[in-house]
């Protein structure tokens, strides 16, 4: 069985601080694909990155960082000199690439409340 | 290019009656999966339609049921309603039902049930 914990509930930061929100994963499967998706209050999620069980490689997109590091099964996202309009609901999510059952459904963690005070 | 939408947007039911949910997946994308998310929780996958059949159901009991139309737009049934079903029902949609395509969410159906 596939499992996301985003362990850190709720997070509030000043405006311009950097803030870390952690996910660590569980699977069976050799390879698998690793999302994060932020919600705002409107309630629609949004798709932030992907990323593939055999490709390590850190990736930066203006203010966000993404750190996978398959030896401790974490997928963390780093926001830089966060803004208010970051204020969110982040998920981290996690689907299989084998083939059969569980393959293709999304498996999510509780999310974390991210409050950006300005 | 038209993103996902669903409607309604919110809905009010009472116990024991049934509902159906809609969505219209973004252009190009034959795969429609359905997530319910309950106050302060993650979306838990319910099932998704390939080309208009089931292609994999999560742990929902048999009246929670679908349908995936040529057009691949899809409703969610759900019978016999109970007060736990009180959420906001995701409909996504990918190009195809692989795990790695990326899956674009709607803004969700909200649904209370009395």
């Known amino acids: 069985a596939q499992k996301v914990t985003q362990a850190q509930t709720e997070i509030s930061v000043v405006e311009k601080e950097d803030v870390t929100l952690d996910c660590v994963y569980e699977?069976?499967?050799?390879?698998?694909?690793l999302f994060w998706y932020k919600q705002p209050p409107s309630g629609e999620l949004v798709f932030l990155i992907r990323?593939?069980?055999?490709?390590?490689q850190n990736e930066i997109s203006g203010r966000y960082s993404w750190n996978f590091q398959k030896s401790t099964s974490s997928f963390n996202f780093t926001i830089t000199a966060s803004q208010v309009v970051d204020s969110a609901v982040y998920f981290c999510?996690?689907?299989?690439?084998?083939?059969?059952?569980?393959?293709?459904?999304?498996?999510f963690g509780k999310g974390t409340k991210l409050s950006v005070i300005p | 290019e038209t993103g996902v939408t669903q409607s309604p947007t919110h809905l009010i039911k009472t116990r024991g009656q049934q509902v159906t949910l809609r969505c219209s997946s973004q252009?190009?994308?034959?795969?429609v999966s359905w997530y319910q998310q309950a106050l302060g929780q993650g979306p838990q996958f319910i099932f998704q339609?390939?080309?208009?059949?089931?292609?994999g159901r999560g742990n929902f009991p048999p009246r929670f049921s679908g349908l995936q139309f040529p057009n691949y737009s899809s409703e969610l049934n759900v019978n016999a309603l109970e007060l736990d079903d009180s959420a906001l029902y995701l409909c996504?949609?990918?190009?195809?039902?692989?795990?790695?395509?990326?899956?674009?969410f709607g803004p969700g159906t909200r649904l209370t049930v009395l």
């Open positions: 996504a949609s990918s190009l195809t039902g692989l795990g790695y395509n990326e899956q674009f």
């Open positions: 699977t069976r499967d050799t390879t698998y694909y």
């Open positions: 990323r593939n069980s055999f490709d390590e």
């Open positions: 999510a996690l689907s299989g690439g084998d083939s059969g059952a569980g393959s293709y459904q999304l498996t």
């Open positions: 252009s190009g994308h034959n795969t």
């Open positions: 339609y390939y080309r208009e059949e089931e292609n």
